[in-house]
């Protein structure tokens, strides 16, 4: 145990316990994922001059902001390693359900704009895609924990058939995106479902409880966090990056409507070739 441990209090003694594996392996997966997301928030300032294609970056604000909310959700895993106490308490239960339905905002209004792009529409502009996300994330009311559980339930429910309508459309080249999203909302709530379970049944059947309510929670705060860098940011920086080395989307990309916007200058030199 180390001598600072000795000297702090009883509240914050699992922040710096070098006993209790739980805390040890999810301190070490926060501060790692702190770290990479704010690589990945560089990445993103870099994309947003390099990304000429305007239906791509339309989300690149919006995803900004879901990092932010990730990045938040990495900070908060410490709110729960430490002991439940009158200074973790107001910042638990407020920014579990305020940041969980931020990030699923987000994904909400980029699995909308999808919705349009698959079927050959033209993009909704960025300021409607970040007005759409943060509209939402606003309209949960911060009366109860369980009240916000179960509107961030509701907007999990919503991004999983929003982004199942994405499949249905003319343009392939949109499906990845719609498929990202799906894949990450539909892992989300498997993890909800676990930890859920576990609070409400698992702990209590094995006696654990409320020994073990701290470390599940953090457990699946912790892991839906990776879980939305892994499967959705990396996936989209990827997919990012790849269209900012193009001046203009592929021939073969091209949907029946103008879904993507090229400049005037490279249609009329088509023009002319035609001609």
Excluded at 15 to 39: H, P, Y
Excluded at 44 to 52: A, G, I, N, T
Excluded at 140 to 169: E, H, P, R, W
Excluded at 209 to 218: A, E, G, K, L, N
Aim: glycine letters at 4%.
């Amino acid at each position: 145990m180390y001598e600072d441990c000795i000297k702090s209090t009883e509240d914050y003694y699992f922040v710096c316990d070098n006993e209790g594996a739980w805390s040890i392996v999810l301190e070490s997966l926060a501060i790692i994922g702190i770290v990479v997301t704010i690589i990945l928030l560089l990445a993103y300032l870099f994309l947003l001059r390099r990304v000429q294609d305007c239906s791509l970056w339309n989300t690149l604000p919006t995803q900004f902001l879901f990092l932010l909310g990730v990045l938040g959700l990495f900070s908060l895993a410490f709110a729960f390693i430490a002991q439940f106490n009158q200074q973790t308490a107001p910042v638990r239960y407020f920014l579990f359900g305020v940041l969980f339905a931020l990030c699923f905002s987000c994904l909400l209004a980029h699995a909308s704009n999808l919705v349009k792009l698959v079927r050959g529409r033209v993009s909704f502009s960025w300021t409607t895609i970040l007005c759409i996300a943060i509209g939402v994330s606003l309209l949960q009311l911060n009366v109860d924990f369980v009240v916000l559980l179960v509107y961030v339930l509701f907007l999990m429910a919503l991004t999983f058939f929003i982004s199942k309508a994405t499949f249905c459309g003319p343009c392939e080249n949109w499906k990845q995106h719609g498929r990202l999203i799906f894949v990450t909302v539909l892992i989300s709530i498997i993890i909800w479902v676990v930890w859920i379970s576990m609070l409400l049944r698992g702990n209590p059947q094995l006696q654990r409880q409320p020994q073990w309510d701290d470390p599940v929670i953090c457990i699946a705060l912790v892991t839906n966090a990776w879980v939305f860098l892994l499967l959705y940011i990396i996936p989209e920086l990827c997919i990012l990056y790849r269209s900012s080395r193009q001046n203009c989307p592929l021939p073969g990309n091209a949907c029946p409507a103008p879904a993507y916007q090229c400049s005037f200058r490279v249609e009329n030199q088509e023009l002319s070739r035609d001609c």
